[in-house]
């Protein structure tokens, strides 16, 4: 596990998940989030968001959590030695970013640039649910099915899978 690929749909727990893995691990950490938006929100060019991705992408170690855009997604997860694919029940989605919408006001979630708009964020998040779920999902599943036999591949369905997933790892 030396590069790893953490995706999903929005509110799955990707960017908890990624700050505990990088913890654990001591693999460097690059939430998606913080490169594509700059402090505030403001979206950063997509010139520059592509160029920082393909410098990480180049390093030996990295855990890289979240979307970024289609044009850096699949080339990431081809690059991976490690998927792990969030893959929840929809409606745990949508409370998960409803959570993070209300407790937003009171703590930045994990992996968002400071003083980004919390509400502006979650409403981002309940529209790419529904993409995400149509579009990606089953896109997603059969690549991480394909995957199995040259990767590490973690396809985690529930919220215990993933504290499983945690536990096991530091046992190893």
């Known amino acids: 596990m030396k590069k790893v690929a953490v995706f ?6 990707k960017s908890t998940l990624s700050k505990r893995l990088s913890q654990i691990t001591g693999l460097p950490l690059y939430p998606l989030d913080k490169i594509k938006y700059q402090p505030g ?5 997509q010139v520059e968001y592509q160029r920082t991705h393909q410098q990480i ?15 850096t997604l699949w080339p990431r997860l081809d690059e991976a030695d490690t998927l792990i694919y969030i893959d929840l029940p929809l409606y745990v989605h949508f409370w998960q970013v409803t959570k993070r919408l209300i407790t937003g ?11 980004s708009p919390i509400l502006e964020g979650s409403l981002r998040s309940y529209r790419v649910l529904w993409l995400c779920d149509k579009l ?34 530091v046992q190893n």
Do not use: C
């Open 57 to 71: 992408l180049a390093t030996d170690q990295w855990i890289i959590d979240g979307f970024g855009s289609m044009e």
């Open 41 to 45: 929100g403001a979206e950063v060019s």
């Open 105 to 115: 006001y009171f703590k930045l979630p994990e992996g968002w640039p400071e003083n």
């Open 8 to 13: 999903g749909n929005a509110g799955g727990g």
């Open 136 to 169: 990606l999902t089953p896109r997603y599943r059969e690549y991480v099915k394909q995957a199995q036999n040259t990767k590490s591949v973690y396809h985690l369905r529930s919220t215990q899978e993933i504290a499983q997933f945690l536990t096991s790892i």
